[in-house]
């Protein structure tokens, strides 16, 4: 099985918004609605911060959003800051019951 | 707030054994499946595989032949065992609850080396 496909970077300033792109077949992305997105700080354990494609855990911020259409999700995150500076990978359900990864999107804040 | 604690050996020779376990605290297993996920150093994410309350597992095709995972609902701990290791092998391990829907929480990781 093939990992997701996403940008291998993106870079925003601080306050603007950028959207990262996940794409997979009608087996995974396409066929459900489970893609998750994770957030990976440097030496850290990644974080959920978006599943259901786009419900937000509690306590991850509103400026983080997901949204799907067809084999691709996007995650954008709004009033872009410091903080955000960070990995970012997108995962799905698949339909012979197993999970993909993407191969993950270095986020830069100029 | 339930929260996973993960030990296992750092350094292993080509061929062994890699062997992890991953401690639940705070929660019992019922009801999730309960993953182990690794990242190549400076590299994405991997799942690896999954077991659940009743024993049921799913693993990654292409390291399926080589992958058991196993659960001891006594000490609320799951494990991972991965045969004839290579540096191919070389990765932080993760474990983590998982649903259909997401993978949350995760352990704190453990890098495991292989090198001979």
């Known amino acids: 099985q093939s990992a997701l496909t996403q940008p291998a970077s993106v870079s925003g300033s601080p306050g603007q918004s950028i959207t990262i792109s996940c794409t997979g077949t009608?087996?995974?992305?396409?066929?459900?609605?489970?893609v998750s997105w994770y957030q990976q700080h440097p030496g850290k354990a990644p974080k959920l911060i978006i599943y259901?494609?786009?419900t937000r855990p509690s306590g991850v911020s509103d400026r983080f959003s997901g949204s799907k259409s067809g084999n691709t999700a996007s995650l954008t995150i709004s009033g872009l800051q410091a903080e955000d500076e960070a990995d970012y990978y997108c995962?799905?359900?698949?339909?012979?019951?197993?999970?993909?990864f993407g191969g993950g999107t270095k986020l830069t804040v100029l | 707030q339930v929260q996973l604690q993960q030990w296992g050996a750092g350094l292993l020779k080509p061929s062994e054994t890699l062997s992890l376990t991953c401690t639940v605290y705070?929660?019992?297993?019922?009801?999730?499946?309960w993953s182990w996920i690794r990242q190549p150093p400076g590299k994405g994410l991997e799942w690896i595989g999954e077991?659940?309350?009743?024993?049921?597992?799913n693993y990654n095709p292409s390291l399926k032949s080589r992958v058991t995972i196993s659960l001891d609902t006594s000490k609320n701990q799951f494990s991972l065992n991965l045969s004839s290791v290579t540096a191919a092998d070389t990765a932080i391990y993760y474990c983590?609850?998982?649903?259909?829907?997401?993978?949350?929480?995760w352990g704190q990781g453990t890098l495991v080396t292989v090198s001979s």
């Open positions: 077991i659940n309350h009743t024993g049921r597992t």
């Open positions: 259901d494609v786009s």
């Open positions: 983590a609850r998982a649903t259909i829907k997401r993978a949350d929480p």
């Open positions: 705070g929660g019992s297993l019922n009801g999730y499946y």
């Open positions: 995962s799905s359900y698949t339909r012979t019951n197993t999970r993909l």
């Open positions: 009608s087996s995974d992305i396409g066929g459900y609605d489970y």
